[in-house]
Every structure is written in structure tokens, then in C-alpha cells.
């Protein structure tokens, strides 16, 4: 069992930049895969990146890449998403996620346990 909760979320100015963190419970931690996943109102929930367990493997949707960067702390049980030069339709809940497997491009349905979220708003 993994437990998640996300932080860092807050209203940032276009071209600003945030840190999201998320705090994992659980001594296993470092065997699962993490990803960010994120939701825009009347949207559906979409991946945003992966990291393997190690950290050597990242995945990015095409809309982050560059902007975005996922790493993680497996010491500290922790897991962030740095996010940079943000654009209003970054605007959304950010969800973090684990899974067993690693996936390059996951589904929200490939992931085992999740967090409650954090928004994140982009003004322009």
C-alpha cells in the first residue's frame, strides 16, 4: 500500500515557473514507478510524465517536454515535478500516481494508487 499526497500546487503567472512535491508513505517506494498526471476542468485526466523506480527513465508528454521535469528522491520517499515557463493551459489539478510497471506513456488506468491532487493556475 502506497499513500500520496501532493503539495506544492498555487496561482503562477504565464512564463513562471512551480514545484510540485509528493510524499510517499510506505517502505517500498523505491519498486514502484511514478507519474503526474493532470486534470482541467471538464477535462479528462491525462499523463503528464513518468519516472522509473531508479529515476534513469523518464517519459514526457509532448506539450511539457522541456518545460516540465520529473525526478525523484528515493531516500526521502519523495517524487516532484519541476514546471517552468507555464502556460495558462497548464492550468489544472496535478494528481501524482504510482504503479508496479513501469509504463513510457501510461493511462490513468495503468496506475495503482493516487494522490487527492493540488491545483496549479496558469494566469495569463
Known amino acids: 500500500q502506497v499513500q500520496l499526497v501532493e503539495s506544492g500546487g498555487g496561482l503562477v503567472q504565464a512564463g513562471g515557473s512551480l514545484r510540485l512535491s509528493c510524499a510517499a508513505s510506505g517502505r517500498t517506494f523505491s519498486t514502484y514507478a511514478m507519474g503526474w498526471f493532470r486534470q482541467a476542468s471538464g477535462k479528462e485526466r491525462e499523463f503528464v510524465t513518468t519516472i522509473d523506480w531508479s529515476g534513469s527513465n523518464q517519459y514526457y508528454q509532448d506539450s511539457v517536454k522541456g518545460r516540465f521535469t520529473i525526478s525523484r528522491d528515493n531516500a526521502k520517499n519523495m517524487v516532484y515535478l519541476q514546471m517552468n515557463s507555464l502556460k495558462p493551459e497548464d492550468t489544472a489539478v496535478y494528481y501524482c500516481?504510482?504503479?508496479?510497471?513501469?509504463?513510457?506513456?501510461?493511462?490513468?488506468?495503468?496506475?495503482?494508487?493516487w494522490g487527492k491532487g493540488t491545483l496549479v493556475t496558469v494566469s495569463s
Open positions: 500516481a504510482a504503479s508496479r510497471t513501469y509504463y513510457r506513456g501510461a493511462d490513468p488506468r495503468d496506475m495503482d494508487y
